[in-house]
């Protein structure tokens, strides 16, 4: 069933606290961070290492919400834990945040080369013998913003790519004007949720012209409907967004998924493609799809779970 949530914040961003608000732009979310983490792209790599040690102890040290929340959703996955087990589990989860974190911007610089393994021949091979639409979904897991942004795909298609926008104004521009100068900037169009009313329409219209669109799959806005789905045997709000607009193109559901492997060094793992029931029952179509989405995150979740970055504790 379907409801709206009540909650302001993006649901599984941080929360809003008196020292983010006392901050500004240097609280985790504030443009100071993404102008530095640009910044350190300019350095030798050896720098860029180092730094991200540094901001995994400081992040470690000095955020204790982001830390308790991080706690309590690996404890779902990896069961409970003694407190010395739970620090690890948290000092692990934000090294390989930051990693993603520095590597995200790193992306941008053209003289940077990282490295891409890709698994999921099958999809692709799909694809070329296609001309369908395809939703790709993911979990904002490992480096889920690199995976439109690799290669080409099959058939020349277009990946539209719908972000949330940042919790900053001055970090949202300044995000968008690193993807205006992206070294594939004309292999993908991007899309923010919430900024566009017409938005599901045109992703409608490009999916019906064979591109390819790409959807978070285990974040819904705030203010948005939902459909409660499960993961790692506990109730979760999930949203339904992918699997309708999948429905509506009759399009595949591919779920996506972003392992960081070392330093930029990326598999990208496409798994096998999700097809969404098309009964005279749309909201049972789109609650099977949903569920078959969850399962696919919390596959992905359980081999890395340190991957997983949520910063808001959801149980």
């Not at 926008?165 to 292999?187: C, G, I, T, W």
């Amino acid at each position: 069933m379907s409801q709206v949530s009540p909650i302001p914040d993006k649901p599984h961003a941080p929360s809003r606290t008196l020292l983010r608000r006392l901050l500004g732009p240097l609280y985790v979310t504030g443009i100071f961070w993404y102008r530095a983490a640009w910044f350190c792209t300019w350095f030798p790599q050896w720098f860029g290492t180092l730094v991200i040690h540094i901001c995994t102890w400081i992040t470690w040290a000095c955020l204790w919400n982001i830390r308790a929340a991080v706690a309590s959703n690996l404890e779902a996955v990896l069961g409970p834990c003694g407190w010395f087990e739970r620090q690890r589990r948290i000092w692990r989860t934000l090294y390989d945040f930051s990693c993603c974190y520095c590597e995200r911007y790193e992306q941008f610089r053209p003289s940077v080369k990282m490295r891409f393994d890709f698994a999921g021949e099958k999809t692709y091979e799909l694809m070329r013998q296609t001309d369908r639409g395809f939703v790709f979904f993911t979990a904002h897991f490992g480096n889920w913003e690199m995976g439109p942004l690799t290669e080409q795909l099959p058939g020349d298609r277009k990946f539209h790519v719908v972000r949330e926008p940042e919790m900053s104004k001055s970090a949202q521009r300044f995000v968008q004007e690193l993807f205006d100068k992206h070294p594939q900037r004309d292999q993908f169009v991007v899309h923010y949720a919430g900024a566009d009313l017409t938005l599901g329409a045109k992703l409608l219209m490009a999916l019906r012209k064979g591109d390819v669109v790409g959807m978070p799959g285990d974040r819904p806005r705030a203010g948005m409907a939902t459909t409660t789905g499960e993961m790692f045997g506990r109730p979760m709000e999930l949203p339904p967004g992918p699997a309708a607009l999948a429905r509506a193109a009759n399009a595949p559901l591919v779920p996506v998924f972003v392992f960081r492997e070392g330093r930029r060094h990326y598999r990208v793992e496409l798994w096998e493609p999700i097809e969404v029931a098309q009964s005279d029952d749309k909201e049972a179509d789109v609650k099977q799809a949903v569920v078959a989405m969850a399962q696919a995150c919390e596959r992905a979740i359980r081999q890395r779970p340190h991957h997983w970055f949520c910063w808001k504790k959801l149980w």
